[in-house]
């Protein structure tokens, strides 16, 4: 239902243990100037306002933060509260992605979640009230028909809010989990594409008539306030990732650090390497992943006008069948 994580589960989080890790990690990394900072992945907001203060501590004693950084923090609705907003803006935070999901409580409720539509509200008020002004809303669309959700609801609700960026994302089925074993059992059904599609499209319509630019297929935002931490990624700048399961990228070379945390933490503590795999792209790699990032955008992807571009292009059509 949400993205893979790496995911410890403990009865208090390790706030201290963690952190030690990160510094340790960061001791091995090239000090240079950085433009964004995104804490997510999951819930950053569980290190609470101290944790996430020396957090920022940590990556500004090691990094040259630019004047105009955007530096976003992953947060759910319940971590939202004015002592931890307090600490978050204290630390250098100007922007907030808030899992919001639905504001639909009994959908809320079948996504397992620990907040309800009250709880978005509030935090949304909450953390304009400590200074945030750049908040981005997650939602959760094309859910199972047997939910009995109101998408059209969910987005006027969002709106409603006035966030200035949305992301959208569509519910996919993975092996191996309890939304899959339900639909083995006939408890729910697949959205069929036809549904998912028109969702979709309601979305893009309602968001782009209030303003909104559909600058990525899944996001949205207000002029200006486009994510400049994602837009990175998807036009193939070179970004570092510290902590389980994060993955980095200086160009060429994509690698990625072992997912579980106690075994990052232990290979970080006995001098060992962090870096499950990596993987270097060649020029048929790299070129692919330029037209399909590309494609996800509103920029698109532009052919050169060289020989081997268009070679290229037709070779690729020619494998699509057109």
């Known amino acids: ?4 994580f790496s995911i410890a589960v403990r009865s208090a989080v390790p706030v201290g243990d963690y952190l030690d890790g990160i510094e340790r990690e960061l001791s091995r990394v090239v000090s240079s100037r950085i433009e964004t900072v995104y804490m997510g992945g999951g819930t950053p907001s569980k290190l609470g306002g101290d944790g996430i203060r020396a957090l920022l501590g940590l990556i500004r004693a090691k990094f040259v933060l630019s004047a105009d950084a955007e ?4 947060a759910n609705p319940e971590d939202v509260t004015a002592e931890a907003v307090d600490a978050w803006t ?12 639905s504001f639909h409580d009994k959908v809320l409720t079948w996504m397992h979640r620990t907040h309800d539509a009250k709880q978005i509200k509030e935090s949304v008020r909450v953390a304009r009230e400590g ?8 939602l959760i669309f094309a859910l199972p028909p047997e939910i009995d959700r109101s998408w059209s609801d969910d987005l006027d609700a969002a709106l409603e809010l006035e966030p200035q960026h949305v992301s959208l994302y569509g519910l996919t089925i993975e092996p191996a989990t309890p939304l899959s074993r339900w639909i083995d059992q006939r408890r729910v059904s697949t959205t069929g ?3 998912y599609a028109e969702e979709f499209l309601l979305a893009h319509e309602r968001l782009m008539s209030q303003g909104f630019a559909h600058y990525e297929v899944s996001n949205f935002a207000l002029p200006t306030r486009e994510s400049r931490h994602n837009s990175a990624y998807w036009t ?3 970004y570092f990732g510290i902590g389980p399961a994060a993955h980095s990228f200086d160009g060429s070379r994509r690698r990625w650090n072992v997912k579980p ?3 990052w933490l232990a290979r970080l503590r006995s001098g060992d390497s962090v870096i499950e795999a990596e993987e270097l792209l060649d020029s048929q ?3 692919a992943e330029r037209v399909y990032l590309g494609l996800r955008t509103r920029d698109g992807y532009h052919i050169g006008t060289a020989d081997a571009d268009r070679a290229t292009a037709e070779r690729w059509r020619a494998q699509a069948g057109q």
Do not use: F, K
């Open 193 to 195: 594409e036809d549904r």
């Open 131 to 138: 200074g945030v002004d750049n908040i981005s809303l997650d």
């Open 285 to 287: 790699n790299s070129a």
């Open 236 to 238: 193939g700048e070179p």
């Open 90 to 101: 204290g630390a250098g935070i100007n922007r907030l992605s808030l899992g919001a999901q």
């Open 1 to 4: 239902m949400y993205c893979d």
């Open 71 to 74: 530096v976003t923090i992953e």
């Open 261 to 263: 945390y106690t075994e």
